[in-house]
């Protein structure tokens, strides 16, 4: 008799048991799911946003073609070069399947790519880059600091000669990253001040520095040399 209960007991633990495992399984399955349809909405979210500043951009270009005033066209090609900076990081969300993050490193070589197409082919670009995953709320000021300095070399450094600029991303101390970009032209003038340098793209590298709590360096060296610090 001890032993048919015991068998009995036993058995209906075991089903208890099985009844518990199905049930974990259809939570497992229903999360999973929705991890799957919340990754397809973030990714298709990517893709539009790129749609969209692509179109923006678009609508600049336009724009700068209704105008014989060559301040006003430089102005709205300035602002499509940094709404393509954007687009281009959605871009690559969207193609690599990478929902939150980038691999800034390849993102930086592709915006750079993308702006080197626009200026001068006697310039040559050179990379020292490490690997390095960044959330977009760090990747986005930086990209646009990378396209005002890249841009601001290209236009102000070599005066139609030939010429390098240098971009480098790598470790400084533990959680902290070193971008630096500089070109081997004559270099910032003796009498350089930020402060008082009427210039919106250095205004623009300043005020997304500060965003993501960055420290900038601002020095000649062999040419014009800029240095973002920042943390991952």
């Known amino acids: ?30 999360i999973n799911q929705s991890l799957s349809e919340k990754d ?3 990714k298709e979210v990517h893709h539009r946003v790129k749609n969209n500043l692509q179109i923006i951009s678009s609508l600049l270009k336009l724009q700068a073609g209704k105008t ?49 197409a ?3 082919k006697d310039v040559q670009i050179e990379y020292k880059l490490i690997p390095l995953e960044l959330d977009l709320d760090t990747a986005i ?19 139609g000669k030939r010429g390098i600029i240098i971009v480098e991303l790598t470790a400084y101390r533990k959680n902290t990253y070193q971008l630096k970009i500089a070109d081997n032209g004559p270099g910032l003038p003796a009498d350089f001040d930020l402060a008082s340098v009427d210039s ?3 205004d623009i590298v300043c005020i997304l520095s500060e965003q993501i709590n960055a420290e900038l360096k601002i020095y000649n060296s062999n040419g014009a040399n800029f240095e973002i ?3 991952a």
């Open 141 to 159: 000021p930086l990209g646009l600091i990378t396209n005002e300095l890249i841009s601001n070399a290209f236009k102000h450094a070599f005066n």
């Open 68 to 116: 014989a005033n060559e301040e006003i066209k430089s102005s709205l090609a300035e602002a499509q070069d940094r709404i393509n900076s954007m687009a281009l990081l959605h871009q690559l969300l969207y193609r690599n399947n990478q929902m939150s993050s980038i691999l800034f490193n390849e993102y930086l070589t592709n915006l750079i790519t993308q702006i080197s």
């Open 229 to 231: 610090i920042f943390k």
């Open 40 to 42: 397809l909405l973030i």
């Open 118 to 120: 626009s200026f001068s």
């Open 200 to 202: 919106l793209g250095l």
């Open 1 to 30: 008799m001890f032993v048919s209960t015991q068998l009995k007991r036993t058995k209906a633990q075991k089903q208890l048991l099985e009844i518990k495992n199905k049930r974990i399984a259809t939570r497992n399955e229903i």
